[in-house]
């Protein structure tokens, strides 16, 4: 059986201060897990600021080397990538969806202007015609469409817009696994529910992995099949997600599951439209 991603005690350590000060902080500890190839999931990863989530991330996108371990996609170890062409081939595998909508788009560029680059450089896209084609394809996905895009920018829409474009940007490479990192906290608390729902049809229509990155159990809980729950950069528990929300063991996931959820979580998603 193939893996989409596989992690194999991955750790990463940053050294920071000056000459004299220097510390180490142990961003992520010895962090397994495997997401396969045939069971399309969306798998979240859940921890409070500083747990090591962006990190972890960070480590998948290929952006960050683990200090040890290994990280492999479909079968291949990301760490040890050379050329431009394999680089090319992974990013087109596993696409980034960023947290804030409004700083990935750069204001004084047309919106449609990402998504006709992202068809030239993934799709091979040779005309307009065929940027056009694959634009729209990826949008209908998403709910939108090019008449709502066309010759915009980015102040003119909103933030629940956007981050619905840069999901359709990252589909038009056709990714295995899609690597959200806290997607919906800039967007309106009344608009966070559909896009993260989105995430759930994508994986039902397209058979793509998503990995949820987010500090919101009930969101996590609400769409996702499995997760992990992150504390200062170990994993403390993980499984399937009402399994571990219905019955968490560890005080942490205890603790958060207080803070943030109910007494009945088949109500979270009451929480969150009530943001
Ligand atoms: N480039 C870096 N240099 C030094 N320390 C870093 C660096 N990046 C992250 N860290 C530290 O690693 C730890 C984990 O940070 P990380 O950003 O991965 O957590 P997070 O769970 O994503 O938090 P947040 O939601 O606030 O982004 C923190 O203590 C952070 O200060």
Redesign the pocket.
Known sequence: MTHVLQLDDVSKQ?R?GGLFSART?N?VKHVSFTLDDDIPEVFAIV?Q???????LANMILGSEKPSSGSISVLGEDITDRRSGQEKQRFMSRVQPIFQNPFEAFNPLTRIDSYLFSTARRFRGARSRKDEEALSEESLQLVGLSMDEVRGRYSHELSGGQLQRIAVARALIPKPDLIIAD?PVSMVDASLRMSIVNLFRELRDQLGVSIIYIT?DLATAYYISDRLIIMKS?EIVESGLAKEVLDNPQHPYSRALKEAVLPPDPERAHEVIRLG
Request: glycine content about 26%.
């Open positions: 940053f920071s902080v961003a921890g600021s500083g747990s090591g989530k962006s990190t806290e500090h950069g």
